[in-house]
């Protein structure tokens, strides 16, 4: 008779995903049995302490030393990168969070038409849709599964638990409703249909190598000669899912709209957080279970990543809208990422390019988020003011505020002395010793149109006179005046003195990713 | 012989693409969806029974089970938006462009 054993795990390597998934299901319990005016109360510790303790525990596992084979019997890889992405995701998490858990973001009553009496009604008792909070807690499990899944089916139960939270998400902001739902509509069919391309590539690698795990497949390469139309097939439809997540060109569509419509803090947490775990998933794939194939692959990443930063950095140039601007500037900012995914080649030639990346995603992480959450403190009757000639002379009437948005823009725009310099000279570095010489000209050519409609914007608040009906900049709640500060104390720190968290990404790219 | 039904598993994941763009209502659009994802799990069962492994025929559980949980949300999304303006329309839905 047969007996069935019973799989290792190493909880204490997943712990930081159990415990956010963990009190995601407590927030669902909570939703269920407490009482609608303590819920807020109980959801706010149960969030931020998961976040802060699963952080915590991702530093405990740095400091034990990095495990050195896949945990769960090879389905989670929990190595160098994957921490370092954890620690990342955690903390942007942790500060979307305190701008999420501000008051009126949020619908009161998803459910209701928009303008009908029943809204009315909600509006007027005060209710508030808290399951929000587990929602965003599933949305950042995910994002912690998604980068450390180390096989296609792991990967791909990831993406959906980071999508499907996110998707709803977007279509809960107060105002300007029409444009919310919209956003999750299409950003749901969009994002349904490109995992339908990444199954349907997962199910020809399975067919191609008889195994799902990254390790096998990469193994299977050298083993399966002359079923090079399952490979590449599904090579390049799990690239098509892949690409959609980080927003690539010609799979950016999606990023504009769901990016304006959704409610701001949604979109801070969707522009640093899903972008991270996107690109760990991207770079693991590539380069873990197709990375022996990169002769075939980089040609074609070549051009993907021309084109994204092309797209991303000239239609910039056209928006009105500040979020819409925002997001093709994230747009470019996944094509200059691009240019470190490409510049594979030996060991030590991948560590540099990974460690660029990592710090990367770090620091234009942090930097949106400081964006997004000044954006949803400059406000009309209607709510937000997105129309980018309202921000006009916004630097004579809150110099503060405007001058921390005008140092957001330059960290995106790469200037020295903010953390985006380091993040785009690490990157454009490693493309550059990966002999990727040409892609970088081609990037540093974007960087410059990039850093006009940057500068544009800082001139627009600074030397034009303000309209006499303009915007108010609201008093920033304790929480999104600290996110701001930690956003620009961290882009400066960073700025001036990257180094340690240099090394750290250094040290996390240093064992590469396991097998 | 499994080669008639990854053709099969092709075919009806080219429907689905096909119709995701082409047809103009949402609700159209998303079983289209799921009719590319039904075609995936006909090549994952197929691709099992032609490796001699049981893992294909897991993953269709998996994919299953997802399907499930993004018809949920899906149809959320979608009712919302219906109820709002009385259409479920993807060409209706077209304030956010440009």
């Known amino acids: 008779m047969n007996t069935i054993t019973a799989p290792a795990i190493e909880y204490l390597q997943l712990a930081p995903l159990l415990i956010v998934f963990g009190a995601g299901i407590l927030g669902v319990l909570v939703e269920a049995f407490a009482p609608r005016y303590l819920r807020r109360a109980m959801h706010i510790p149960l969030t931020l302490l998961s976040l802060a303790g699963a952080f915590a525990l991702v530093i405990v596992q740095t400091i034990k030393g990095v495990p050195t084979k896949p945990s769960a019997m090879g389905a989670v890889a929990v190595d160098g990168p994957t921490l370092f992405i954890w620690g990342t995701i955690l903390v942007l998490a942790f500060i979307s969070l305190l701008l999420l858990n501000d008051e009126d973001h949020f619908v009161p009553a998803a459910s209701a038409v928009p303008g009908s009496a029943e809204e009315e009604r909600a509006l007027i008792e005060g209710n508030v849709h808290t399951e929000v909070y587990p929602l965003a807690l599933f949305a950042i499990g995910g994002m912690l599964l998604f980068p450390a899944s180390n096989d296609l089916l792991i990967m791909f139960v990831a993406l959906e638990v980071m999508s499907l939270p996110l998707y709803l998400l977007c279509g809960l902001a107060r ?159 996944a094509g200059f990422l691009l240019v470190g995914v490409v510049a594979i080649g030996d060991a030590k030639q991948n560590a540099t390019a990974l460690a660029a990346i990592l710090f990367y995603l770090a620091v234009y992480g942090i930097a949106s988020i400081g964006a997004f959450a000044i954006v949803t403190m400059v406000r009309d009757a209607g709510g937000e003011a997105w129309h980018l000639s309202r921000w006009a002379g916004l630097g004579k009437r809150s110099p503060k505020l405007a001058g921390l948005f005008a140092f957001f823009l330059l960290a995106f725009a790469g200037i020295p002395l903010t953390s985006g310099f380091f993040g785009k000279y690490a990157v454009f570095q490693a493309a550059v010793a990966g002999g990727a010489v040409q892609l970088v000209v081609v990037g540093v050519v974007a960087s410059a149109v990039a850093a006009f409609f940057y500068v544009r914007v800082i001139v627009l608040m600074f030397f034009n006179d303000p309209a006499p009906d303009g915007p108010t900049v609201v008093l920033p709640s304790w929480g999104t005046a600290s996110v701001v500060g930690f956003a620009a104390l961290a882009t400066v720190v960073l700025g001036v003195f990257p180094q340690p968290v240099l090394d750290l990404a250094q040290s996390a790219a240093g064992s590469l990713f396991v097998r | 012989m499994t080669t008639h039904y990854l053709i099969l598993s092709a075919l009806l994941f080219a429907i689905g693409g096909i119709g995701v763009l082409i047809r103009r209502n949402a609700i159209v659009v998303f079983m289209c969806v799921e009719l590319m994802l039904n075609a995936c799990n006909l090549a994952f069962v197929t691709f099992a029974r032609q490796h001699g492994n049981i893992e294909g025929q897991v993953i269709a559980f998996f994919v299953m089970i997802v399907a499930a949980a993004e018809v949920v949300v899906g149809l959320a999304i979608i009712v919302t938006i219906f109820r709002t303006r009385r259409s479920a329309s993807v060409d209706d839905a077209s304030l956010l462009k440009y």
């Open chain 1, 175 to 333: 105002r300007r409703r029409l444009l919310s739902q919209e956003s999750a509509m299409k950003y749901f069919l969009l994002g349904a249909f490109s995992s339908a391309f990444f199954l349907y590539g997962t199910a020809l690698l399975y067919g191609y190598a008889g195994s799902v795990d990254l390790a096998k497949i990469s193994t299977a390469l050298s083993a399966n000669v002359g079923q090079d139309a399952l490979l590449f097939t599904g090579a390049a439809l799990l690239g098509v899912g892949l690409l959609f997540k980080i927003g690539a060109a010609p799979f950016q569509a999606w990023k504009p709209d769901v990016y304006q419509g959704a409610p701001t803090p949604v979109t801070a947490l969707m522009a640093s957080g899903t972008l991270v775990a996107a690109f760990g998933a991207l770079l693991r794939v590539f380069w873990v279970a197709i990375g022996e194939l990169d002769w075939d692959w980089s040609p074609i990443m070549w051009g993907v990543a021309i084109l994204t930063m092309v797209v991303g950095a000239i239609l910039a140039i056209t928006q009105t809208d500040i979020k819409r601007m925002l997001a093709y500037s994230s747009i470019a900012h």
